[in-house]
């Protein structure tokens, strides 16, 4: 079965997705046991028969687009995030529902505010809407976009995905890395074994004397050597030494001759008037301005013959600060003690996700967090999506105090365009942007 959604803005229920297929091949026996029985795993839809076609209405409520929840998880992230996202197709035969029947794309995977929830958008027909592959490349996917920092985890998801995928062997081989990288990380942790201490015996011990010791033979006395005369000194005798009881010796160092320099003669200065040339009257002004600490000449004046070249004046804005390469940004507009710049580096096809930093989780969840005391902002609160062909769009992820485009606020779920100059307000609380391309 080939299946069209449509998007669509209702304003008394908010954003809503269309599929459309034909009255005949209606599953009622499904369509009856989800009326009676709603499962949490399943986006809710009204169903509605004109002119012989099936319209089901998809009712998106608080829920998020789970992409918006992709990124680097560590390892027990990332088995209860698989366990979430595989567990609704373990259980839709409860139901009476098969899993052919399930729309198997990241774009249409919804997640619950409180992220305890993924959902699924089901289409009631008794024909398959995906093909046998379908779910093996949604996992490859999403694989791909969600790594993990256990490196041996990864590699096993890698395998079972590429040699058939099957959702209850899948989660098996995760629960299995996950307690193998337990126990490593223990071992890795564990002290390492204490060394036996070998006993020694520190007493004090009385030396053991033999009874016949051998006799050395006497060692004659040594007479001091004569002391070296230093080279190039005079021994000096003072004949004085007697009346004070002794004689004394003393070192006469040679002194070292100094070189008399010669007075320089003072020159003599050419005689060109009273005050001498034109051009020493300069020089001596010049000398006497440095003496005395005085400014230097403005740029560009020539002080005998040599010019000082003008600095280069760096482009400065109205503010006053140094002109930088405008690139695509969110920049502050208002008061608030608030980053002034956000950064919006994506390539085509790519999200930036904004929220506030969450001290629960203690770790980043957002590409740009505001500070945890923002309170108007939201854990998850929009995200920037960037399209192949260079355009780009903000959504709001069903945060509490709103995203507001222009002073309008957006209706959660649905994209709109961002323009040059469009202004961005995160909540009601100054959090206030201009977008710049």
């Known amino acids: ?3 069209d959604i449509q998007s669509k803005n209702d304003l008394s229920v908010g954003a809503c997705l269309v599929i459309r297929f034909p009255e005949k091949d209606l599953d009622k026996k499904a369509l009856y046991t989800i009326e009676a029985d709603w499962p949490e795993f399943l986006v809710p839809f009204r169903h509605r028969s004109i002119d012989g076609q099936i319209e089901c209405t998809y009712l998106l409520g608080d829920r998020s687009k789970l ?3 992709f990124g680097r998880k560590t390892a027990a992230e990332y088995v209860k995030f698989w366990t979430e996202l595989l567990q609704p197709i373990l259980d839709c035969g409860d139901w009476f529902l ?4 399930f729309v198997l794309e990241t774009e249409n995977i919804y997640i619950s505010r409180d992220e305890k929830t993924v959902s699924y958008i089901y289409i009631p027909t008794l024909d398959d809407c995906v093909g046998p592959d379908a779910m093996r490349d949604m996992a490859r996917h999403i694989a791909e976009l969600n790594p993990v920092d256990n490196l041996d985890m990864e590699n096993r998801v890698l395998r079972a995905i590429m040699h058939g995928f099957r959702p209850v062997e899948f989660l098996k081989i995760i629960g299995a890395a996950a307690e193998d990288g337990k126990v490593n990380e223990a071992a890795s942790k564990a002290p390492a074994p204490e060394r036996p201490v070998m006993a020694v015996d520190r007493s004090p011990k009385t ?11 006497p060692t004659p006395p040594q007479r001091p050597a004569p002391a070296d005369m230093p080279e190039g000194e005079d021994l000096i005798i003072d004949f004085d030494a007697k009346k004070r009881g002794k004689q004394k010796e003393k070192v006469k160092e040679p ?13 003599k200065e050419p005689k060109h008037g009273l005050f001498g040339s034109k051009k020493d009257h300069n020089v001596l002004i010049a000398g006497a301005a440095e003496q005395k600490g005085s400014v230097p000449p403005a740029t560009g004046v020539e002080i005998d013959r040599i010019r000082i070249p003008a600095e280069p004046i ?11 390469d405008e690139g695509v940004r969110l920049r502050l507009i208002s008061g608030s003690p608030l980053p002034k710049i956000i950064d919006v580096n994506i390539e085509p096809g790519g999200i930036f996700t904004i929220g506030r930093f969450d001290v629960s989780v203690g770790v980043k969840q957002s590409d740009f967090e505001f500070d945890k005391k923002t309170m108007s902002v939201s854990r998850h609160h929009a995200a920037i999506e960037r399209g192949r062909d260079g355009t780009y769009t903000i959504v709001d992820l069903n945060s509490k105090a709103g995203t507001y485009m222009d002073g309008a606020k957006l209706t959660p779920n649905i994209p709109y365009s961002l323009a040059r100059g469009s202004r961005v307000s995160f909540g009601i609380s100054g959090a206030d942007y201009i977008w710049e391309e």
Do not use: H
């Not at 760096?314 to 930088?324: K, N, P, R, Y």
């Open 207 to 217: 030396p053991e004397i033999p009874e016949n010791p051998p006799r050395l033979p």
């Open 1 to 3: 079965m080939i299946y």
């Open 314 to 324: 760096q482009d400065v804005t109205q503010s006053g600060e140094t002109a930088l």
């Open 98 to 101: 098969k899993s052919s029947s």
């Open 255 to 267: 002194k070292a001759k100094k070189k008399q320099e010669k007075p320089q003669k003072p020159q």
């Open 67 to 69: 992409k918006y929840r």
